[in-house]
């Protein structure tokens, strides 16, 4: 039931979205008559339902929530004090009080017009609403001299789509001038913008930022009977849609979809399960709410959408769970994988309506339904009509259950530095970093102990459990920032941001370090790092993967005396690290581990339990065994070579809070279970290999036939594995000149993979710095030639072999595939 990603690729060039866009903004595309009133009537149904979804039993339970929420804020309206609106909430210098008051006015007003709500129709409420947002307007907003304090993104975004969303709904009753002086204000804190309009060039109008400006210009032109205004809007927005070309960025802008299914946000943070689910959900809602307009673009817009859910969403996606590598600082929030899936569902649901393949979105729908552990309640969808829709498909016999994934899946989203890979039971997810993408997202108080989250930090997930109780905000709350799984880091005790400064950034306007500013994002909020090899090969289902560490930016910009004298950075630990992804077992190699001064750890994994579940550790000789028992899960660990680490298994309980300002002081108890080895001060440079080996029986791993995996290579120049009941030899190269592993000679950085039956050789060829314009692989024994390769692959005899040359420039890390046979 899986769609082609070769079919949708080639039906939706990237041209065809800027060329509609284009021809949008040039007026070519005329608004037709009724176009607003049809947005308007679009809008007001996809928020608050329509006669015939609302009739549904199964929207009762999302009509009574408006009601009772609305009825909470009218309260609150009724006992606010002076300098509030609604009680609890004083105006004037905080702007999360001045958002969340401009979100219950909409919360009352979406009450009013919900068909077979208890308060729909209410004259006297809706009355009130306007009222109160004129006065809102006159004493709180209106005035420019005192607006734009605090986060930008409220002024320019959150505020903007309570108050947009609020007059739609009145868009019958609002009054003229109301209407004209808040889109004025809202025009007038694009403060980021140009001449109070979107501006493509600005680094704060990418994205998913950008689609939420858009959206709420597209409406607040329907409430002007402005079309030139929404023309702009329109094409202003469709430029989220095309792929980013990492060659030809379009107004320097690297945030957006990338043709490997990577997400990008804040220019090298890594944000599919934020930002990107944020960007599918309001372009979904964007699709719904031009419908029936002429500047409906559904043929050219569903068909990138749907891909964006079948190559960036369902590979992160395990058990109905979204994977913690690509959250940026909202992996420190309480919200779990499961609810993010929710939204995620609710924007399927809606695309199925548009695709010209809605089964394979639907059967998808029903696969995540299926083997989530957690249930899925559509009470949470914005919209009643999705719910309907929701209980459709669920009802629909004739709708198999199915993954958009294969059984078995390896996916390098190399764009943005993470690794997927999938087995039918487990899942497993690497985070990398480099030049191009983040060592992590720090920022407004969340997450605050990041520092390590993007050096090779993996996550496990074992099919059948919840995976809440493994990962989540309670793995960052009690595992050590310098324990987490897969992580080289030295020995030593950092500081968070609010620690080493006193704020929630670092502040200092005389050198340009303000909030907003493009020196703390550099230095202080999402740092990239300074090393160039950051990538791997996928060949069929197995992957490999390579990591130089780095330090990150500030850092290095603090050596080079660049930042002022009071900056805090951290230097790293050093290492060259390799994943070798099969399917019984993830190997992994780790070389030139070291650091000067500091004694250094390398954590081969870190889990945690409930304190009432019972775990167990087994050891024999070269393998540990750790078991949850109540939860009925496994992970074995087979030692290859190097240093035996050191298991533990103890209790810890920390505060939510230590993860993020924000969260409840809530007190969680874990067991916490780690397994590494740390190298003392001044040591050698060390080196392990040891395998991971998912859902693992003692037995097993006793019977575990190394012989099956040999470590061919284990240096800081090549790190290399034969796995010889697959046929495959991994190489992952990181300096120049020649490396030999078995019979293969790679020149210079790469990753290589070559499986070998009785009837082919296959080989995977990637460049992992993603700047070489050749990579060249010999493989030595009789010749080979091509039975298929990709285009850019050129395959010749030499002497004693065959040589595969490969055109990896401009290829931004990809795999170039060829299929070999020996000459008869």
Known sequence: MSISRRALLSTVPAAALLTVAGQIRAGKAQAAPGDQDRLIANTVAMLAGTPESNARPEVAGKLAAIEATARTWLQALDTAGSGELFKGLPLGTSDPNLKSTSQHLYEIALATRVPGGALNGDSAIQARVLEKLRWLHENYYGDQSKGYYGNWFNWEIGISTDVTRTLALLADVAPADLVTAYVASMDAYLRNGKNGDVDLDSRFHTGANLADITANRILQAALLRDDARLAKAVADQLTVFATVDPYNLQHGVTDGYYADGSFLQHASVAYTGSYGKGLLTRAVQTIKVLDGTSYASTDTVVPVVQRWVVDGFAPLIFEGYLMEIVKGRAVSRTTTGYADVAIIVEAIVDLSGYSADAVALKSYIKHIRQSSRATLTPTSFVSPVSISRYADIMA???????????????????????????????????????????????????????????????????????????????????????????????????????????????????????????????????????????????????????????????????????????????????????????????????????????????????????????????????????????????????????????????????????????????????????????????????????????????????????????????????????HSGLGLVAVNSFTPGDHHAERLVVDGPASVLVQTTRQHVTVAVADPTTKRDTVTVTIHGRTLRAVESAEGMRIRPVAGGTRIEVATRHAYGRSFTARLRADQ
């Not at 294969?406 to 039971?425: E, K």
């Not at 809530?666 to 395998?691: H, I, R, S, W």
Request: one cysteine or more.
């Open 396 to 722: 629909d016999a004739a709708i198999p259950a199915a993954d958009l994934n294969p059984a078995s899946r390896s996916v390098a989203f190399n764009a943005m530095d993470r690794v997927v890979h999938r087995r039918p039971g487990y899942a497993f997810a690497l985070a990398r970093s480099s030049e191009r993408i983040s060592a992590y997202e720090y920022m407004s108080g969340e997450n605050l102990m990041p520092w390590f989250q993007g050096a090779g930090a993996h996550y496990l997930y074992l099919a059948g459990q919840d995976h809440t109780q493994t990962f989540g905000v309670d793995y960052y709350t009690t595992v050590s920032p310098y324990r987490l799984a897969g992580v080289t880091a030295p020995e030593e005790a950092r500081r968070t941001i609010p620690e080493l400064y006193g704020t929630l950034w670092y502040d200092n306007p005389a050198l340009g370090f303000t909030s907003s500013s493009e020196s703390q994002n550099t230095y202080v909020y999402f740092p990239v790092c300074t090393n160039e090899h950051s990538g791997g090969a996928v060949l069929g289902a197995y992957g490999a993967a390579g990591l130089v560490l780095g330090d990150d930016a500030a850092y290095a910009a603090q050596q080079a005396g660049e930042l002022p004298g009071d900056f805090v950075a951290y230097r790293n630990a050093e290492a060259t690290k390799s994943w070798f992804l099969f399917d019984d077992e993830i190997v992994v190699l780790a070389a030139g581990v070291r650091d000067s001064g500091r004694a250094v750890t390398t954590t081969f994994d870190s889990r945690i339990a409930s304190p009432s579940d019972v775990v167990s550790l087994t050891e024999g000789d070269r393998w540990l065994r750790y078991a949850n028992d109540t939860q009925n899960t496994a992970v074995g660990y087979r030692f290859l070579a190097g240093t035996r680490p050191a298991p533990s298994n103890t209790s810890v309980t920390a505060s939510r809070r230590v993860v993020r300002t924000g969260n409840p002081d809530t007190k969680v108890t874990k067991q916490v279970f780690t397994l590494g080895v740390t190298e003392p001060a001044g040591a050698e440079a060390a080196a392990y290999a040891y395998a991971i080996v998912p859902n693992a029986s003692a037995e097993a791993l006793a019977a575990y036939e190394d012989c099956r995996l040999t470590i061919l290579a284990n240096t800081p120049q090549t790190q290399a594995v034969k």
